[in-house]
Protein backbone atom coordinates (compact mmCIF):
# COMPACT_ATOMS: atom_id res chain seq x y z
CA UNK A 1 0.00 0.00 0.00
CA UNK A 2 2.89 2.15 1.03
CA UNK A 3 4.87 1.85 -2.02
CA UNK A 4 1.68 2.50 -4.20
CA UNK A 5 0.90 5.98 -2.42
CA UNK A 6 4.64 6.14 -3.00
CA UNK A 7 4.41 5.72 -6.93
CA UNK A 8 1.62 7.88 -7.31
CA UNK A 9 3.04 10.58 -5.65
CA UNK A 10 6.41 10.21 -7.53
CA UNK A 11 3.81 10.42 -10.33
CA UNK A 12 2.31 13.44 -9.42
CA UNK A 13 4.73 15.68 -9.25
CA UNK A 14 6.64 14.15 -12.56
CA UNK A 15 3.30 15.56 -13.82
CA UNK A 16 3.31 18.66 -11.89
CA UNK A 17 7.15 19.52 -12.94
CA UNK A 18 6.41 18.68 -16.66
CA UNK A 19 3.46 20.97 -16.90
CA UNK A 20 4.92 23.61 -14.53
CA UNK A 21 7.99 23.89 -17.33
CA UNK A 22 6.11 24.01 -20.07
CA UNK A 23 3.68 26.87 -18.95
CA UNK A 24 6.96 28.61 -18.12
CA UNK A 25 8.47 28.00 -21.44
CA UNK A 26 5.68 29.19 -23.34
CA UNK A 27 4.61 31.93 -21.77
CA UNK A 28 5.86 35.11 -21.30
CA UNK A 29 9.47 35.75 -20.74
CA UNK A 30 9.93 36.00 -16.85
CA UNK A 31 13.03 38.42 -17.68
CA UNK A 32 12.17 40.41 -20.44
CA UNK A 33 8.78 40.39 -20.68
CA UNK A 34 8.74 39.46 -24.02
CA UNK A 35 6.57 36.45 -25.41
CA UNK A 36 8.10 33.21 -26.31
CA UNK A 37 6.23 32.85 -29.34
CA UNK A 38 8.13 31.05 -32.53
CA UNK A 39 7.78 32.59 -36.00
CA UNK A 40 4.89 31.00 -38.28
CA UNK A 41 6.64 27.42 -39.36
CA UNK A 42 5.44 28.30 -42.85
CA UNK A 43 7.89 31.28 -43.49
CA UNK A 44 11.10 28.51 -42.29
CA UNK A 45 11.78 28.34 -45.69
CA UNK A 46 12.41 31.76 -47.01
CA UNK A 47 13.97 32.75 -43.75
CA UNK A 48 16.48 29.99 -44.18
CA UNK A 49 17.33 30.77 -47.63
CA UNK A 50 18.65 33.44 -45.99
CA UNK A 51 20.51 32.03 -43.53
CA UNK A 52 22.97 30.39 -45.78
CA UNK A 53 26.53 29.97 -44.80
CA UNK A 54 29.61 28.63 -46.62
CA UNK A 55 31.38 25.30 -45.50
CA UNK A 56 31.63 24.69 -41.98
CA UNK A 57 29.84 27.97 -40.50
CA UNK A 58 28.55 29.23 -37.97
CA UNK A 59 24.36 30.42 -37.33
CA UNK A 60 23.41 32.03 -34.11
CA UNK A 61 19.75 32.51 -33.77
CA UNK A 62 19.29 35.78 -31.06
CA UNK A 63 16.41 34.40 -28.81
CA UNK A 64 16.39 30.90 -30.60
CA UNK A 65 12.99 30.05 -28.34
CA UNK A 66 12.34 25.75 -28.94
CA UNK A 67 15.10 26.10 -32.03
CA UNK A 68 13.01 25.53 -34.62
CA UNK A 69 15.16 28.35 -36.78
CA UNK A 70 17.68 26.31 -36.14
CA UNK A 71 16.63 23.10 -36.81
CA UNK A 72 14.89 24.50 -40.17
CA UNK A 73 18.90 25.85 -41.33
CA UNK A 74 20.66 22.06 -40.60
CA UNK A 75 21.68 21.04 -43.47
CA UNK A 76 22.02 17.51 -44.75
CA UNK A 77 25.67 17.31 -44.22
CA UNK A 78 25.14 18.56 -40.93
CA UNK A 79 28.62 21.06 -41.46
CA UNK A 80 26.89 24.26 -40.29
CA UNK A 81 26.83 24.94 -36.49
CA UNK A 82 24.08 26.09 -34.42
CA UNK A 83 24.25 28.34 -32.12
CA UNK A 84 21.12 29.38 -29.92
CA UNK A 85 21.04 31.82 -27.08
CA UNK A 86 17.51 31.81 -24.45
CA UNK A 87 16.98 33.86 -21.81
CA UNK A 88 13.83 32.34 -20.83
CA UNK A 89 15.43 29.41 -18.69
CA UNK A 90 12.57 27.01 -18.90
CA UNK A 91 13.05 27.07 -22.71
CA UNK A 92 16.62 26.92 -22.13
CA UNK A 93 16.30 23.51 -20.82
CA UNK A 94 13.73 22.37 -22.52
CA UNK A 95 15.53 23.74 -25.94
CA UNK A 96 18.83 22.47 -24.20
CA UNK A 97 17.54 18.92 -24.21
CA UNK A 98 15.03 18.51 -27.32
CA UNK A 99 18.47 19.60 -29.26
CA UNK A 100 21.24 17.26 -27.59
CA UNK A 101 24.17 16.91 -30.23
CA UNK A 102 22.13 18.84 -32.80
CA UNK A 103 22.79 22.27 -31.35
CA UNK A 104 24.52 24.16 -28.67
CA UNK A 105 21.96 25.87 -26.54
CA UNK A 106 23.18 28.91 -24.09
CA UNK A 107 21.79 29.99 -21.00
CA UNK A 108 21.58 34.01 -21.17
CA UNK A 109 21.37 37.58 -22.49
CA UNK A 110 21.82 37.40 -26.33
CA UNK A 111 22.28 41.02 -25.95
CA UNK A 112 25.64 41.08 -23.79
CA UNK A 113 27.00 37.79 -25.00
CA UNK A 114 30.25 37.90 -26.71
CA UNK A 115 30.32 35.45 -29.99
CA UNK A 116 33.73 35.58 -31.87
CA UNK A 117 33.30 33.17 -34.40
CA UNK A 118 29.48 33.63 -35.58
CA UNK A 119 28.91 34.41 -39.77
CA UNK A 120 25.12 34.74 -39.74
CA UNK A 121 22.61 36.27 -36.95
CA UNK A 122 19.14 35.23 -36.79
CA UNK A 123 16.41 37.54 -34.68
CA UNK A 124 12.91 37.46 -34.13
CA UNK A 125 13.06 40.23 -31.05
CA UNK A 126 11.16 42.98 -30.16
CA UNK A 127 11.97 46.97 -31.66
CA UNK A 128 13.13 47.26 -27.98
CA UNK A 129 15.73 44.80 -28.34
CA UNK A 130 16.56 45.67 -31.83
CA UNK A 131 17.29 49.32 -30.49
CA UNK A 132 19.84 47.76 -27.84
CA UNK A 133 21.21 45.24 -30.97
CA UNK A 134 22.10 47.76 -32.95
CA UNK A 135 24.99 50.07 -31.00
CA UNK A 136 26.38 46.85 -29.77
CA UNK A 137 26.05 44.27 -33.05
CA UNK A 138 29.69 44.27 -34.24
CA UNK A 139 31.56 44.26 -31.17
CA UNK A 140 29.87 41.20 -29.70
CA UNK A 141 29.34 39.69 -33.41
CA UNK A 142 32.83 40.74 -34.90
CA UNK A 143 32.66 37.97 -37.51
CA UNK A 144 29.31 37.95 -38.70
CA UNK A 145 28.39 38.88 -42.02
CA UNK A 146 24.76 38.98 -42.14
CA UNK A 147 21.73 39.93 -39.55
CA UNK A 148 18.71 38.56 -41.12
CA UNK A 149 15.62 39.63 -38.63
CA UNK A 150 12.17 38.80 -38.66
CA UNK A 151 9.47 41.54 -38.57
CA UNK A 152 11.86 44.66 -36.95
CA UNK A 153 14.53 46.44 -38.46
CA UNK A 154 17.16 47.95 -36.58
CA UNK A 155 15.75 51.25 -36.08
CA UNK A 156 18.90 53.14 -37.31
CA UNK A 157 20.52 50.85 -40.24
CA UNK A 158 18.79 50.51 -43.73
CA UNK A 159 18.49 46.75 -44.66
CA UNK A 160 20.02 46.05 -48.25
CA UNK A 161 16.55 43.85 -48.50
CA UNK A 162 13.31 44.16 -47.23
CA UNK A 163 11.22 41.32 -48.07
CA UNK A 164 7.36 41.12 -47.64
CA UNK A 165 7.50 36.87 -46.96
CA UNK A 166 5.28 34.82 -49.15
CA UNK A 167 3.38 33.25 -46.25
CA UNK A 168 3.70 35.41 -43.82
CA UNK A 169 1.87 36.36 -40.96
CA UNK A 170 0.34 39.64 -39.42
CA UNK A 171 3.39 38.91 -36.88
CA UNK A 172 5.76 37.62 -38.81
CA UNK A 173 5.23 39.61 -41.85
CA UNK A 174 8.48 41.03 -43.42
CA UNK A 175 12.03 39.77 -43.25
CA UNK A 176 15.00 42.78 -43.05
CA UNK A 177 19.08 41.36 -44.59
CA UNK A 178 21.47 43.53 -43.28
CA UNK A 179 25.10 42.81 -45.22
CA UNK A 180 28.01 43.57 -43.35
C1 LIG B 1 9.62 35.80 -30.63
S1 LIG B 1 10.58 34.51 -29.90
C2 LIG B 1 11.48 33.86 -31.29
C3 LIG B 1 11.98 32.46 -31.08
C4 LIG B 1 12.76 31.90 -32.27
N1 LIG B 1 13.88 32.73 -32.62
C5 LIG B 1 11.86 31.74 -33.45
O1 LIG B 1 11.93 32.58 -34.38
O2 LIG B 1 11.07 30.79 -33.51
C6 LIG B 1 11.83 35.46 -29.04
C7 LIG B 1 12.66 34.60 -28.09
O3 LIG B 1 13.76 35.38 -27.64
C8 LIG B 1 13.93 35.19 -26.24
N2 LIG B 1 14.60 36.41 -25.75
C9 LIG B 1 14.08 37.64 -25.61
N3 LIG B 1 15.03 38.51 -25.21
C10 LIG B 1 16.19 37.79 -25.11
C11 LIG B 1 17.53 38.12 -24.73
N4 LIG B 1 17.86 39.38 -24.38
N5 LIG B 1 18.46 37.14 -24.74
C12 LIG B 1 18.12 35.86 -25.09
N6 LIG B 1 16.87 35.49 -25.44
C13 LIG B 1 15.92 36.44 -25.46
C14 LIG B 1 12.51 34.98 -25.72
O4 LIG B 1 12.51 34.29 -24.49
C15 LIG B 1 11.89 34.18 -26.85
O5 LIG B 1 12.08 32.80 -26.66
Redesign the pocket.
Known sequence: MLIILALVTALLILVALWVAVHLLSSGV?AI?S??????PRQVLPEIVAWLKVPGRGTIL??????G??LMAAQRPDRKVVLVG????PA?YVRTKLWLWGRAHILF????TTHQPSVDVV?A??SPR?MAKLEPTFHAHFPSATRLVS?QFPLPERRAQHTILLKHGRPHAATLYVYEF
Open positions: NTAYSVGCDLGCGDRVIENNLGDGLFYLML
